[in-house]
């Protein structure tokens, strides 16, 4: 029924964990995330943050993208 989802369970676990959790909705207001970048924006932002664990596996994947789209580049011309 769920195939689809089989790739990537850890991911939607934890965003159902993150949702879920009684300290989500204080975090997703302080922290600055900004989804596809890999980045948060607010310098205060702490170990503690749920969405670090979101930030930074979007963190990875933005620097595979990257590196990939250089080797492209590069051999394009
Ligand atoms: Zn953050």
Redesign the pocket.
């Known amino acids: 029924m769920a195939a689809s989802e089989a790739g990537r369970p850890n991911l939607a676990l934890r965003a159902r964990d993150l949702a879920t959790d009684p300290e989500a909705p204080q975090?997703v207001a302080?922290?600055?995330?900004v989804p596809g970048t890999g980045h948060?924006r607010?310098r205060d932002?702490s170990d503690a943050?749920l969405?670090?664990a979101q930030?930074e596996a979007d963190a990875a994947r933005v620097r595979r993208w990257r590196r990939l789209r250089r080797i492209f580049r590069r051999s394009a011309g």
Do not use: D, I
């Open positions: 975090w302080v922290c600055a995330w948060c607010n932002c943050c969405l670090r930030c």
